[in-house]
């Protein structure tokens, strides 16, 4: 039986250990560092999940870099589409700069899209989307991920800077909640 832990009232077990994540965020780092060698890329960690994987992903990466920290609103005005969310944060001119989003989960894609759409009004060269896991069974948007670490099932995980309700960012393995 793998692992388990409890955080708040549920029980969860790994299903990515820390060895496996360090190996696969390296992979991701080594890549980013190939592709983007003459780029000088500007890394948008999305706060809070992101910021134990946009940590490791930053030392991976071995070419000249930068790194900033924004956030999504949980929800802001509605539009004829529904709810949108809100970039905050960002205090960079992104104009003409390559760009490389780095979140903890892509889950409907909707907080993915938004923040895409914020950041292209304000004209990079280029956004790229590194993601440390991705559900493709709940997509609700066409995205191209071309950094994502892992694909997952539409389970519910915590650890690696992920939560549930507030608590178990500080696990150093991922875990799916085991359902009772
Ligand atoms: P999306 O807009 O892609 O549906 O939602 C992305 C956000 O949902 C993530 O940034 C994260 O906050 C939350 N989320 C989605 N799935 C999970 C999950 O399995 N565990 C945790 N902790 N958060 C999740
Ligand atoms: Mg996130």
Redesign the pocket.
């Known amino acids: 039986m793998n692992k388990q832990v409890k955080v708040r009232d549920r029980v969860f077990e790994v299903s990515l250990s820390e060895e496996k994540i360090k190996e696969r965020v390296a992979q991701v780092a080594a890549q980013i560092s190939n592709d983007l060698r003459d780029e000088h890329p500007l890394f948008l960690a ?1 706060l809070n ?1 992101s910021f134990v994987f946009a940590a490791d992903l930053l030392r991976g990466v071995d070419i000249p870099c930068e790194i900033t920290f924004v956030r999504m609103s949980s929800y802001a005005g509605t539009t004829s589409t529904g709810k949108v ?1 809100e970039l905050i944060g960002l205090k960079e001119d992104i104009k003409g700069r390559t760009v490389v989003v780095v ?10 899209k938004d923040l895409l759409a914020t950041l292209h009004e304000k004209g990079p060269k280029e956004v790229r989307i590194a993601s440390l ?1 991705v ?1 493709p069974g ?1 997509l609700k948007v066409d995205l191209y991920i071309p950094y994502c670490c892992f694909n997952i099932p539409n ?4 650890g690696y800077g ?3 309700d507030g608590e ?1 960012r500080n696990l150093k393995d991922i875990y799916t909640v085991v359902e009772p």
Do not use: A
């Open positions: 999305v999940g969310k979140e903890d989960i892509i889950d409907s894609g909707l907080t993915m896991l559900k709940n389970d519910f995980i915590v992920l939560d549930y178990g």
